[in-house]
């Protein structure tokens, strides 16, 4: 493992003599105005993000480096009246060796909807919608966007319904947000999807499955709620679009404490010991705290995080990454004082412990990690190494990232 992982260090390093100039131009994105004040527009956003692995704990007939089109997205959203908006949001993501197709028709190989929804205005600070859509409940984290990851990617269990309840994070429902004052919302009611990854059958006095609506039907389960709210007490964060921002690199200074929940009567279900099929709710709830800000006019800057969640899935539940239990979670990033329109970089470390009624082990996940901003989040390189303890399985692997998105 060291030659590699000195082979891919090295590389990292050698971003230290790269001088590359920000991007003055792309103030606004990707916008096309249509009319003079631009209060009509079509913004379009694009972004890839490309990986390379190396990981020691594989089979033996299994190479110790791969590589992963981790996403590659596109994002459009016009509205011609202040008062009303569509969005749309397609894609892939993780497109690997194991998933490309001979000739790109395989399901891994397919773009498929993100996002679609349209909303309306109801007044300056409060909007109503409905379609497939992001605004979630429970934390930052399950509402994270993409395009600014401080850390490599998302925390895996903080994206706590991803293929149980929804589709791939997003839900076809309705949505409310807005904020009073410092104070920010987002309120959705949704259907369940039917046919979630966990399609387990439950066993006779065992564990809950996630299959509430696929076993008992769409009356009695169907339905799920979701909620966030975060208090800005510094600068105001922008609630246009549901995803949160990882790190604004000191180009703000926020202090948000926030609070969320997600209800789905039902979701789960278990068979007592006759075989008897019984609802179980689940319910999660967690509490968050967000700090991002300048550390003087060198360009230093400090981006800190932390969240606690309790998860209730069912009766022992515990499957991939989710468990009834508890998780706490945090990071913090340091950007280094230097010239905003040349390459930064930001060390970080992040640190996850999960907890799970069905298991006496917890699953401890440490990362360490460099960003190099060669044009703020628009483009950027990580280097990161993540180590996964759970039982007696230990994993460990060393990942550079590239990413640009217009």
């Known amino acids: 493992m060291k030659k590699p992982m ?28 249509l009319n003079d004040d631009g209060s009509k527009y079509l913004r379009v956003i694009s972004w890839a993000q490309m990986q390379a692995t190396y990981n020691d704990d594989v089979p033996d007939n299994t190479s110790k480096t791969s590589f992963n089109l981790r996403r590659a997205r596109v994002l459009m959203f016009a509205q011609i009246n202040k008062k009303f908006m569509i969005l749309t949001h397609f894609g892939l993501n993780s497109l690997n060796s194991n998933t490309l197709s001979p000739v790109g028709k395989g ?3 397919q773009l498929f909807f993100h996002d679609v929804w349209a909303q309306y205005s109801l007044g300056k600070d409060h909007v109503i919608g409905g379609g497939l859509h992001y605004f979630n409940g429970i934390s930052r984290l399950n509402n994270q966007s993409t395009l600014n990851f401080l850390t490599l990617d998302n925390n895996r269990q903080s994206w706590s319904t991803i293929g149980l309840s929804d589709q791939f994070a997003r839900h076809l429902g309705v949505f409310a947000k807005g904020k009073f004052g410092k104070l920010q919302y987002r309120v959705a009611i949704n259907d369940a999807v039917t046919n979630g990854l966990d399609a387990r059958t439950p066993e006779n006095g065992g564990a809950a499955v996630y299959g509430g609506k696929r076993i008992l039907g769409s009356k009695d389960a169907g339905k799920a709620y979701a909620g966030y709210f975060d208090y800005n007490f510094l600068d105001q964060e922008s609630n246009f679009l549901p995803f949160k921002v990882g790190s604004y690199l000191g180009a703000k200074k926020i202090f948000n404490v926030g609070a969320g929940f997600f209800l789905h009567p039902s979701g789960s279900v278990i068979a007592n010991g006759s075989g ?22 060198d360009g230093s800057a400090i981006t800190a995080y932390a969240s606690f969640q309790t998860n209730d899935y069912g009766k022992d539940y515990l499957f991939s990454a989710y468990g009834t239990g508890s998780m706490a979670y945090g990071h913090l990033g340091y950007v280094f004082a230097g010239d905003k329109t040349k390459t930064r970089f930001q060390p970080y470390i992040s640190y996850g412990t999960n907890s799970y009624d069905a298991v006496d082990d917890n699953r401890n996940i440490l990362g360490i990690g460099a960003n190099a901003y060669l044009s703020g989040n628009n483009s950027k390189l990580t280097l990161e190494y993540k180590n996964q303890k759970f039982g007696n399985s230990k994993t460990g692997a060393l990942t550079l990232q590239a990413m640009i998105y217009l």
């Open 6 to 33: 000195l082979l891919l260090f090295g590389l990292f390093l050698s971003l230290q003599w790269t001088n590359a100039q920000s991007s003055p131009d792309y103030t606004g994105g990707l916008k096309v105005k």
């Open 107 to 109: 399901d891994g190989s």
């Open 276 to 297: 008897e099929i019984l609802q179980q709710d689940v319910q999660i709830f967690a509490v968050d705290a967000f700090y991002d800000a300048p550390l003087g006019g």
